[in-house]
């Protein structure tokens, strides 16, 4: 029998993971899976966005999960022997947690991890644009996947210096510039809508041109608006959970994004919020407040 009360991480469909969201199912994976080993992975599927390796699941099984953690929008299991699978959850992936042994019982379960304590993970990805890897502690600094992200906005060595150089000499919109995971890891369409309307930045404004004053104030618009939305769970657009199965509720706090027309909450501006596309995704903003 399956359990049915068994928690879910799940991700908005239609949406990329951000960062927000990304770490909250790392934390929840981390209570339930910290110290587990694996005694058996099944794999319903070799390739998601890229083809699993061959050895996939001989590697993983009697390995112990020593740390969950996060690199811009991948999550890193770290295990025992220095091995750390590598997983991204496109648009529409899951990590399910099941607290009794499971067997798929979805098209769409493509592994499903077991562990000796008789749980059972499972990766389900409708869409397919999510993916599993392996790689070794030594070589994630200069993985494909991730040597090329920026910094990391919840670091503690982040500042406005290491934002304004990661901004120096980009003559694109800021708002375009902030989806580029090589300006910062792991934000996306939400949460830089959300952080430059805290900035008061306009997201039509040249990344060039955020210095000073402006661009400090976007660092710490940035750490507030992340930290804010991991602390509610992050942001349910449709049928994200966190790992209690309860949903995130950050999308109720959005000043601007999605919220085209309505008044925007800070002023009395003509129009209220306002849409634009920029790099083909949809720009939420006050012009008013926002130069």
Same mark, same amino acid.
């Not at 790689?135 to 406005?160: I, N, Q, V």
């Given at each position: %029998?399956?359990?049915?009360?068994?928690?879910?991480?799940?991700?908005?469909?239609?949406? %990329? /993971?951000?960062? *927000?969201?990304?770490?909250?199912?790392?934390?929840?994976? &981390?209570?339930?899976? #910290?110290?587990?080993?694996?005694? @058996?992975?099944?794999? !319903?599927?070799?390739?998601? #966005?890229? /083809?699993?390796?061959?050895?996939?699941?001989?590697?993983?099984?009697?390995?112990?999960?020593?740390?969950?953690?996060?690199?811009?929008?991948?999550?890193?299991?770290?295990?025992?022997?220095?091995?750390?699978?590598?997983?991204?959850?496109?648009?529409?992936? @899951?990590?399910?947690? !099941?607290?009794? /042994?499971?067997?798929? +019982?979805? *098209?769409?379960?493509?592994?499903?991890? !077991?562990? =000796?304590?008789?749980?059972?993970?499972?990766?389900? =990805?409708?869409?397919?644009?999510?993916? &599993?890897?392996?790689?070794?502690?030594?070589?994630?600094?200069?993985?494909?996947?991730?040597?090329?992200?920026?910094?990391?906005?919840?670091?503690?060595?982040?500042?406005?210096?290491?934002?304004?150089?990661? &901004?120096?000499?980009?003559?694109?919109?800021?708002?375009?510039?902030?989806?580029?995971?090589?300006?910062?890891?792991?934000?996306?369409?939400?949460?830089?809508?959300?952080?430059?309307?805290?900035?008061?930045?306009? /997201? #039509? @404004?040249?990344?060039?041109?955020?210095?000073?004053?402006?661009? @400090?104030?976007?660092?710490?618009?940035?750490?507030?608006?992340?930290?804010?939305?991991?602390?509610?769970?992050? +942001?349910?657009?449709?049928?994200?959970?966190?790992?209690?199965?309860?949903?995130?509720?950050?999308? !109720?706090?959005?000043?601007?994004?999605?919220?085209?027309?309505? *008044?925007?909450?800070?002023?009395?501006?003509?129009?209220?919020?306002?849409?634009?596309?920029?790099?083909?995704?949809?720009?939420?903003?006050?012009?008013?407040?926002?130069?």
């Amino acid at each position: %029998m399956e359990d049915s009360a068994a928690p879910e991480l799940a991700l908005p469909w239609g949406n %990329m /993971p951000e960062l *927000p969201e990304v770490e909250t199912v790392c934390r929840g994976l &981390l209570r339930h899976l #910290r110290g587990r080993t694996f005694i @058996r992975v099944k794999l !319903h599927r070799s390739a998601l #966005r890229l /083809p699993l390796p061959i050895d996939f699941a001989d590697r993983l099984v009697g390995r112990r999960v020593e740390h969950i953690g996060r690199r811009g929008k991948y999550i890193l299991v770290n295990l025992d022997d220095g091995t750390v699978i590598i997983a991204h959850l496109g648009m529409s992936g @899951r990590m399910m947690i !099941h607290n009794i /042994p499971y067997a798929a +019982s979805s *098209p769409h379960d493509h592994v499903v991890f !077991h562990f =000796d304590d008789d749980s059972t993970v499972v990766f389900n =990805d409708t869409r397919r644009f999510g993916l &599993l890897t392996l790689a070794l502690t030594g070589e994630l600094d200069h993985h494909p996947l991730l040597a090329r992200l920026g910094p990391e906005p919840l670091d503690s060595t982040f500042s406005a210096d290491v934002l304004a150089n990661s &901004l120096a000499g980009k003559r694109t919109p800021i708002k375009s510039a902030l989806l580029d995971q090589r300006v910062v890891a792991g934000l996306g369409n939400i949460y830089a809508c959300e952080s430059l309307y805290r900035a008061r930045l306009s /997201p #039509r @404004r040249l990344a060039e041109s955020v210095i000073g004053l402006r661009v @400090r104030g976007l660092a710490i618009a940035l750490r507030e608006v992340l930290s804010e939305a991991i602390a509610a769970g992050g +942001s349910s657009l449709k049928d994200y959970l966190q790992a209690s199965g309860e949903l995130g509720y950050f999308q !109720h706090r959005f000043a601007v994004y999605g919220r085209e027309g309505r *008044p925007c909450p800070e002023c009395k501006c003509a129009g209220g919020v306002r849409r634009i596309i920029q790099s083909g995704r949809p720009t939420f903003y006050c012009p008013h407040r926002q130069r």
